[in-house]
Structure formats: C-alpha cells, structure tokens
C-alpha cells in the first residue's frame, strides 16, 4: 500500500462507526481491495433476495469486477468516490497534491481501459458510485436487474473527474476535468469552487 496518510484517507472515504473500531490500516485496505464493504454488502443482499445470481470478483479477461453475471456477459463496478474521481464527490488533498493526481490519473485510466476492454469482448458494464450504492441501493438494484433480464444500462451520468488544476492561490477555484465513463472521447472541462461535501451517511448499517 502506497499510502501514508491513513488519517487522511480514512477521513475521505467516511469510515462507518464499524470501521473506526478496527485499525486503521485493516479498514483501508479492505476498501481498497474494494472487499465486503458495508454498501456493497448491502447491495448484494438485495440481489440475492431478489434472485439475481451472480459470482463475485470473477476474473474476465484479466479484469476482476465486483459483480459479475457469466452467462449474460454483464460486469459490475462499485467504485469508490474518492478513488475513482467521482464528480460530486472527490476532493483534492492540499497536501502532496502531484501524489494524489497521479493516483487519480492511473485509478481512472485503468478504469477506463478495463470498461473498454470488456466491452470490447461484448461484455456490458455497469459502473456505479459507492454513493448511490449506499444512498439508492435500490435503485442500483433495478439498474442491474434491468440489465440482466434485457441486456441494455442507461447510465443517468457517465461523468468521472481525471485532472482537478488548483486555479487560484486560496486553492478555492479549481479547472476540473471531466470524461465520460464509457465513452472516452466525451470530455469537458468545469471551473469550481472546491467543495468537500459529503453525502449524508447513514449512522448504523445493519450487518
Ligand atoms: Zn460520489
């Protein structure tokens, strides 16, 4: 693990009351490994009781997505918004910046290499943030079953931030990079003002 700043992290991707009581370290890395994860835990309940069948972490063509449903060739992503560079979500560390931007470079061009190669080999994928998986698991729910009975997604956004460029001296205007998850030559560019809002998480996960 490159990281160093736990602190940091762990404040970033909002550990659950849960996860605060282990260490630290083994709360990150589980969330790196992207491993049982209360959302995704969620999530997957809701699949099972609702006759979904699918493997987890299946190797297909040397990618390894969270969900994946064989038979009807349907790959499923659940990628953490710090990590991924999701656009409502993501926050540029004041410090170490290069660091961070690099990781987010190589995050999200691996992303995308693993969506297009996949889909390349006539697979569909579905992509989804760990946000809308924590805050809509239902919604995430009828995406995949909808995907699984008919074979089509309708991505709402297919945003994903790659660059943030710190534009003023506070640090408080940004020129963020945007493209599009599953079609990469969709790409725009937005000047903000840095936020580090966070979605309302919930206080207890039933585990
Ligand atoms: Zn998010």
Not at 134 to 142: D, F, S, T, Y
Request: proline share 6%.
């Amino acid at each position: 693990v490159q990281v160093r700043n736990s602190a940091l992290v762990q404040a970033r991707s909002r550990p659950s009351p849960a996860s605060t009581d282990r260490s630290g370290r083994s709360a990150l890395m589980r969330r790196i490994k992207g491993a049982d994860t209360g959302p995704e835990c969620s999530l997957r309940r809701l699949l099972w009781t609702n006759g979904l069948r699918y493997r987890k972490h299946l190797r297909v063509h040397g990618v390894r997505p969270d969900l994946v449903f064989p038979r009807q060739k349907i790959a499923v992503f659940v990628d953490g918004c710090f990590w991924h560079g999701c656009p409502e979500h993501y926050v540029l560390p004041r410090s170490r910046r290069d660091f961070w931007l690099a990781k987010l470079d190589a995050n999200t061009d691996r992303d995308r290499r693993q969506t297009g190669l996949l889909q390349s080999q006539g697979w569909l994928v579905l992509r989804f943030w760990e946000h809308e998986v924590e805050m809509a698991p239902l919604q995430v729910a009828e995406h995949i079953s909808q995907a699984v009975s008919h074979g089509v997604y309708t991505p709402a956004s297919g945003w994903i931030v790659t660059m943030v460029e710190p534009l003023s001296d506070d640090g408080q205007m940004e020129r963020w990079h945007l493209q599009d998850r599953y079609d990469q030559d969709l790409r725009t560019i937005e000047v903000r003002v840095r936020s580090t809002r966070k979605w309302p998480r919930k206080q207890s996960r039933p585990e």
